[in-house]
């Protein structure tokens, strides 16, 4: 299963850090600086994995890709596919391309919350939940058109309300 | 836009703190914006308005992301599930995913929403409850929840249907006794066309496997062949081409399938017979330059290499690992090895076909793939490629990285001790691996080279040659020179006379004073520690004896060192000195060469990872008294190469140095000798370096320490009264006969076999000796002295006699004493004590006295030992010490 889902910047600040076993607070951030170490210490091209057993315990594998100021990395165990990893950190970032067109690192700032959306329709509880960028819109579509008519109707009773209390 | 109408801000007020907190400049101010920030989170949920919950939880997840605590936050999390809402239920489950875990014991509390929520109109409320489970589900809430996610596997709408297989994985790993609920409808779900649903229902069935063996039985009998049709079905054809990866079908679906296939014919020969042939198709046409298609292969080679043998479709495997190892792209090249270590159990003759192609990989630019690659051939290493692979190894030591040298050295030397066929090969190598790599060596190896040498008696000659002609090339690698000296000292007469020359040597002439040059140059080189100087003082004073025309040159040389400020070498070089300008008559037996040291112990010991080493460096460093720290384990790591395992009971210190120095010791010399306590004798086996140090077994490096001290102290103190010839003898005792109230005369131990007669040094009052504690079983004595200058301080001396006719063990004494007091133990000659007053164990330690003249000494003992096993215990007070103590 795959164990973390971590998106840091160069600088290594994390912009999305998502565990999918148990790990607290304090550990999550030190792994997060104990990764970044790693990776920004790694030349170009070289390969993309890296041996992450001192980090994350045993069977624990990491594969990470750098895309212009992101570094996406996920962290899995020995019954996933590394290469498999690889192509699906591809479809994780491609959702977001399509998703915010040119996808930058201030958009995965400000919209915390639709990136976990997308992330949960990709991975689901550590498990592969979907591989086709375009199903995954699909589905994160639903879901902000859902959002935007209960708001919708929100704002409709509050205005409603307010004028009556006039 | 209308930060409202944005269903995925909540509010103008996120986006301003996420902008306040970007603005930071430091780390402080950060800490400080989110402090304010969440001080106005709290005040907010306090006043429980809804309309803010929403923003608040968001706002708190971004904090969560930071690293601040947000704990206060997860009762807002559970509000908002319960509330009816779309947009605060799905912030509501993304917060309880993020903020939650499955060991609080809030989430008890939510079971009962997501039991409703399973059961929504809303299926999107379906999938985000369903989601939530998935992540943080708990084996309590497993239990309660799992008849709705099995229900939910049949959901008419699919994208609910994979989301319950997926949900159903974590349930049936939390709680296994679970999986036979949903075998049949996970089986059932393998039928399915639609893409999501079969690659999540392939997964859940692969970990119904996993989590039971019954699942597992019942997979392979009813669905192996179903899924081996389903893959030939995807190999041939695309069917849902929105999965491709760049031209390669469905890569994701393939895998998936392969994994299960493995699980599915692993120690089972008919599964894995139907799935041969399809496996071989796989195996063959997936052809690409492409990661997803190697991907795919890489799967495959897995498979085949896990489910029951078939020789040709392993060598179809080991070929395409091959194939991928002369890859360009990196990633192909790593899981290849990856691959390669596990395949290296099932046909280590296969992979050792690519064994060029892995030794490239060692050289590899990128640190990962170098790191597996020399994993890998570390274990593809037998008897018979150890010399090609080693040299090659060897050779790319000189041109590796820095970073990389440290793992790659020890790879080599383990190989090397592993596999070598023949000791001088060994040597030969080692001599390589230091010279290129010195620095990176452990402890233990070059010392196990000593070993190995002082072993091969035949090759002492060739191996001290050898290490002359490198030495003089290089003298940079502090653990080679080491080596290099201490094997000129031991065996500095077979260098100059090229004594047992092998066939493929060249004859070198080496004089006696080239060799002591060798020596002199790398004593006064300032880059190397001074346990290395130290090894090339003792090595010196070999050498004066092997070679007598070089002696007074030698003399000279250790003379410089008598006023250095490291105290270990300036001890050396005062004893050193002594020796050889005084004992010219015992010399040549004191520096005979050592005794072959035991190889199977000091492998032995290395296997059982080192105890000595580590309890010798637990012992930590003691700082002397001119503020110099030395470590502790110096000396006894400097001239005891080998064994500081006693051998010499610690009783029989005397006549060890009896049988040492080969001398008659007078009957007072030898008593002396015996009540100085064997820590005196310790000293000198150290010095002398006999490579014996006969340590209580408790603290061997405490003790040889505290004499070390003793002795440095004492010369430091007595420098100016005894004359300079009288060093050795009276560093090593001085101390301690001080500590023997009168009747413990001062001995030379080198000089002992002259007679002097005994003769009575005590520093002014004489204290008589008293019987402390009497019991029937046990007697204890205390002889008493003062510390010279110091009238607060007494030095007792306990010695403990059995009176009964049964043997004590783990004899321990212990003591304690009123506040104006200050009580110093040092550790006990033994924890054993003999039957029937045939021996002792003595004690040594100190009491200071804050009110000298006004209290006398008081204590209260207590004493414990084992007669057969069976604890005792003694307990007393003592309360007729002399007066004036």
């Known amino acids: ?166 | 836009m209308d930060p409202i109408l944005n269903p995925f801000s909540s509010g103008t007020r996120l986006r301003d703190m996420i902008r306040a907190i970007r603005a930071c400049k430091t780390a402080a101010e950060e800490r400080a914006a989110i402090r304010k920030e969440c001080a106005a989170i709290r005040t907010s949920i306090n006043e429980n308005d809804p309309d803010y919950r929403h923003r608040n939880l968001a706002k708190l997840m971004f904090i969560h992301m930071l690293g601040y605590p947000t704990h206060f936050g997860q009762m807002e999390c559970l509000k908002c599930i319960a509330s009816p809402g779309f947009p605060e239920k799905r912030i509501g489950y993304l917060g309880l995913m993020l903020l939650l875990d499955e060991r609080q014991e809030v989430l008890m509390l939510v079971t009962n929403s997501l039991k409703q929520d399973l059961n929504h109109m809303n299926q999107y409320i379906v999938g985000l409850a369903l989601c939530a489970l998935g992540n943080i589900c708990s084996a309590e809430m497993a239990r309660d929840l799992a008849p709705e996610v099995e229900r939910l596997l049949q959901f008419r709408d699919p994208n609910i249907r994979k989301k319950a297989a997926l949900c159903s994985i974590r349930i049936i790993k939390k709680v296994p006794d679970l999986a036979e609920n949903f075998v049949k409808p996970a089986t059932a779900l393998l039928k399915e066309k639609h893409h999501g649903v079969l690659i999540t229902a392939v997964q859940l069935c692969a970990d119904l496997c996993k989590v039971s063996r019954e699942a597992l039985e019942h997979i392979r009998k009813k669905c192996t062949e179903g899924l081996v049709r389903t893959l030939k079905d995807l190999a041939n054809s695309s069917y849902s081409p929105e999965y491709d990866v760049s031209g390669i079908t469905d890569p994701f679906l393939h895998i998936r399938l392969l994994k299960l296939l493995r699980l599915l014919g692993e120690g089972d020969a008919d599964a894995s017979d139907s799935m041969n042939d399809i496996l071989a198709q796989v195996g063959t046409k997936t052809e690409s330059n492409k990661v997803a298609a190697n991907a795919i292969l890489y799967e495959c080679v897995q498979t085949i290499m896990s489910i029951e043998g078939n020789g040709g479709l392993r060598v179809l495997a080991i070929g395409i690992l091959g194939k991928f190892l002369s890859n360009r792209d990196n990633n192909i090249r790593y899981v290849a090895l990856n691959m390669l270590m596990k395949a290296v159990t099932a046909d280590p003759q296969a992979v050792l076909r690519y064994r060029a192609t892995i030794l490239e990989c060692v050289k590899d630019a990128d640190a990962s793939i170098r790191k597996r690659a020399l994993e890998l051939v570390y274990v593809l290493v037998n008897e018979s490629n150890v010399k090609p692979l080693t040299t090659e190894l060897v050779s790319y030591l000189e041109t590796c990285d820095q970073d990389f040298k440290g793992d790659l050295t020890a790879k080599i030397c383990s190989i090397v001790s592993k596999f070598s066929p023949e000791k001088i090969w060994y040597i030969d190598q080692m001599i390589k691996v230091l010279l290129e790599a010195g620095s990176f060596v452990k402890d233990e190896v070059w010392r196990a080279l000593i070993v190995v040498i002082s072993n091969a008696s035949e090759l002492h000659g060739y191996a001290v040659r050898a290490l002359y002609k490198a030495f003089q090339k290089s003298n940079e690698q502090e653990a080679f020179t080491r080596v290099a000296i201490w094997c000129i000292g031991e065996y500095g007469d077979l260098l100059i006379n090229n004594v047992g020359m092998l066939d493929l040597e060249d004859r070198i002439t080496v004089t006696e004073s080239d060799a002591v040059d060798l020596i002199e140059i790398t004593i006064q080189c300032h880059a190397l520690d001074f346990t290395t100087k130290a090894m090339a003082l003792v090595a010196l004073l070999k050498l004066s004896s092997r070679f007598p025309s070089c002696s007074e040159r030698i003399r000279e040389i250790i003379v410089k060192y008598k006023g250095n400020f490291v105290l270990e070498l300036q001890q050396r070089s005062i004893e050193f000195n002594s020796i050889i300008a005084r004992h010219q008559n015992i010399r040549s037996m004191l520096v005979e060469r050592m005794p072959v040291l035991d190889e199977a112990t000091f492998i032995g010991r290395q296997a059982g990872s080192l105890p000595d080493a580590g309890s010798i460096s637990a012992g930590s460093s003691v700082s002397l008294p001119n503020g110099v720290a030395k470590p502790a384990d110096s000396l006894v790591d400097l001239l005891d190469l080998n064994s500081n395992d006693a051998p010499a009971p610690s009783s029989s210190g005397g006549d060890f140095l009896q049988d040492l120095l080969g001398v008659d010791l007078s009957p007072a010399a030898q008593s002396g000798a015996n009540q100085t306590s064997k820590s005196g004798t310790d000293a000198l086996l150290d010095l002398l370096s006999v490579g014996s140090v006969s340590g209580p077994v408790e603290s061997p490096s405490a003790q040889s320490n505290s004499s070390a001290i003793d002795i440095l102290s004492a010369s430091k103190s007595e420098k100016a009264s005894v004359s300079p010839l009288d060093d050795l003898s009276s560093l090593s005792l001085s101390s301690r006969t001080t500590s023997i109230t009168g009747a413990a005369p001062m001995m030379d131990l080198l000089d002992g076999f002259a007679s002097t007669p005994p003769k009575s040094e005590n520093n002014g009052t004489v204290y008589p000796s008293i019987t402390a504690f009497e019991s029937s079983s046990l007697q204890l004595t205390f002889n008493f002295s003062k510390q010279p200058g110091n009238s607060q301080t007494t030095n007792i001396q306990a010695t403990f006699i059995n009176l009964s006719s049964d043997e004590y063990t783990d004899f321990i004494f212990q003591a304690a004493v009123p506040k104006f007091l200050q009580l110093q133990l040092d550790p006990a000659s033994g924890s054993t004590l003999p039957a029937n007053g045939n021996g002792s164990i003595t004690q040594n330690f100190r009491v200071t006295n804050s009110q000298n003249g006004k209290k006398s000494l008081v204590m209260r003992i207590r004493i414990t030992y084992k007669i057969n096993g069976k604890e005792k215990l003694e307990e007393g007070q003592i309360s007729n010490f002399p007066r004036d103590l």
């Open chain 1, 1 to 166: 299963m795959i164990r973390a889902v971590l998106v840091m910047n160069t600088q290594g600040r994390p912009r999305i850090t998502k565990f999918y076993e148990f790990w607290p607070v304090e550990k999550q951030h030190e792994a997060i600086r104990n990764v970044f170490s790693v990776l920004c210490s790694r030349a170009e091209h070289v390969s993309n994995f890296v041996d992450a057993e001192s980090i994350f315990g045993p069977d624990s594998r990491l594969v990470y890709k750098h895309f212009a100021t992101l570094y996406f990395v996920f962290i899995f165990d020995s019954s996933e596919n590394e290469l498999a990893m690889l192509d699906l950190i591809q479809v994780f970032v491609e959702t977001l391309d399509k998703c915010f067109r040119n996808v930058c690192e201030l958009d995965i700032v400000f919209n915390y919350s639709k990136i976990h959306a997308i992330l949960d329709e990709i991975i689901f509880g550590g498990q592969v939940l979907e591989t086709s960028s375009t199903e995954v819109m699909k589905a994160v579509e639903e879901i902000t058109k859902l959002e935007a008519a209960s708001n919708a109707i929100n704002l409709v009773s509050k205005s409603v309300s307010n004028w009556r209390s006039r």
